[in-house]
């Protein structure tokens, strides 16, 4: 699978990240009218567990197909002690209006090195309650391979514009996992703060997540710290940016069991 959906994942997420880099800074509104191109985001974190530095790298590009439909793709690596999860994510989605946007959305994911693949699909749903607070929510059913174990997953968010360069962020994912050899509920609450200039094209986040697992296959739960930095392309700065030019969050249901060699 050219060294399993890893190889190709990496050159593709570079060679996309570099086209929408490209986009973006088209002297011209035509250029980026005519090949629908909204905003592209470019993510770097790292994130400390148990004394570890793990790392998280996500590039993010919107495309306007009609005036009320969008694409999102999402391409991603997230660190895993000494092995790497490699991601790719399409959201297809409807914008009727200035305060909300929602769709279905599909995910699969691999890890280097060895036979563990992650599918997802589901609806999501983004609204502007305000031009501070944005409220997002997910649900979808997913299999991870081998073993073919199914689970359905669930989220929540809120962003709170503290200001114009200020925001509070919390959310939080419940998935199940109910077959014979593994039962468990997977649970991640996540709280931060970003810190985005009106008049620079980037995001500051730092922030505390809690994880663990309940039921028959139950683990204990811990906190990790957070930090990371985005670069909006395209897309403007600030705390109270509009949904136009925010993107979808890109799904981790599986991250309680992979942070603990589970999966």
Request: hydrophobic letters at 45%.
């Amino acid at each position: 699978m050219c060294n399993k959906l890893y190889g190709c994942f990496m050159f593709s997420k570079f060679a996309i990240l570099a086209v929408a880099a490209a986009l973006a800074v088209q002297s011209g509104p035509s250029a980026a009218d005519s090949l629908g191109f909204r905003f592209a985001d470019v993510m770097i974190g790292g994130q400390s567990t148990q004394g570890d530095l793990q790392s998280t790298v996500r590039a993010t590009a919107d495309f306007a197909i009609t005036q009320n439909h969008g694409l999102q793709l999402d391409l991603g690596v997230v660190g895993y002690g000494s092995d790497y999860l490699g991601q790719i994510d399409g959201h297809l989605y409807m914008a009727p209006n200035e305060t909300a946007k929602y769709g279905l959305y599909f995910s699969l994911a691999d890890m280097n090195g060895r036979e563990a693949t992650i599918g997802t699909v589901g609806v999501e749903a983004m609204f502007a309650l305000s031009d501070s607070t944005t409220l997002h929510g997910r649900a979808g059913l997913g299999m991870s391979m081998p073993g073919n174990a199914e689970f359905i997953t669930a989220s929540a968010g809120l962003a709170q514009a503290i200001g114009d360069q200020v925001a509070l962020l919390a959310d939080v994912t419940v998935t199940e996992f109910d077959e014979a050899s593994f039962s468990a509920v997977g649970s991640s609450i996540r709280l931060g703060i970003s810190y985005q200039p009106q008049a620079r094209p980037w995001e500051i986040y730092a922030g505390l997540t809690r994880d663990g697992l309940t039921g028959r296959d139950a683990a204990g739960f811990e906190t990790r710290a957070e930090l990371g930095f985005t670069l909006h392309l395209g897309a403007g700065g600030g705390a109270k940016r509009s949904l136009a030019t925010r993107g979808f969050v890109s799904p981790q249901p599986l991250d309680p069991l992979l942070r603990r060699g589970l999966f």
